[in-house]
């Protein structure tokens, strides 16, 4: 979920003055294989002034995953301190079932450039099923154009058999209150564990993948928000025989939040 939450985060933490935000989502997901998966998210926002007079936000989460007769949890939490020209990302993320990567550790620095972009640097790694570890490099570039905001994220992985890369570009249209906002987005590249709206198929790391997804965001009255996404994705699976496997999931998600 992290790459379709992260844009636009520095604008939008300018103007809130909120201190508590509460959330709960649900996700659902369909494989062509006939197999499915259920995930129910809950998420606690508390935010506090910094030097700067503006926020520095600090979120605590954790996510259940269902899929069959299999179910495990994945417990996170994101900080977001302010600097000066923006805004730094610290995320830490664990599970102890296979259904989610072992651990994930984010980190990233954005920053404004000039009045209508901002860019980004960061790192993050990843330990799939209990011993896979994933190193990772990417950035983003953003620029606001009208109501529009467009941003690209590469990102470049090292796996234990070589390297893998993943490119994404994201475009949303806000209307007049520069809150509710319409977004689509696409990925294409090598699956390095991070490109789900949730959270990567074990076993899928640096196979040939890509994702459409379309997300609305409706702010409510007394401060409630909703958010309801849609995607489909494809991952290419190599057989024995040389032949490619194609594995599709149609993906449906919603989240509910308060604020005050």
Sequence with gaps: MLIFLMSGFFLYGQADTTRHIIEAGYRYEKFSNGSERSFYSMQY???????????????VKSTYQNRGESEAFQHSVDYYPKHKKGYYFFSA???NSILFPTVMVFAERFTSFGERSEWSLGTRYLRALEYYDIYS????????YGNFYTYVRPIVSLLEDGYAWNGQIVTRYYDGNGKNYLEGSFLYGEDAGSVRPTTSIENSFGLDTYLVRVKGNLMLPRN???AIGVDQSTINIPKANGDINQLKIIGFDIMIKKKF
Excluded: E
């Design 224 to 226: 409630w928000w909703l």
């Design 93 to 95: 993320r664990y599970s």
């Design 45 to 59: 926002g508390h935010r506090f002034k910094n030097k700067y007079d503006t926020y520095n936000d600090l979120f």
């Design 137 to 144: 490099l990417t950035g983003t570039y953003g620029i606001y």
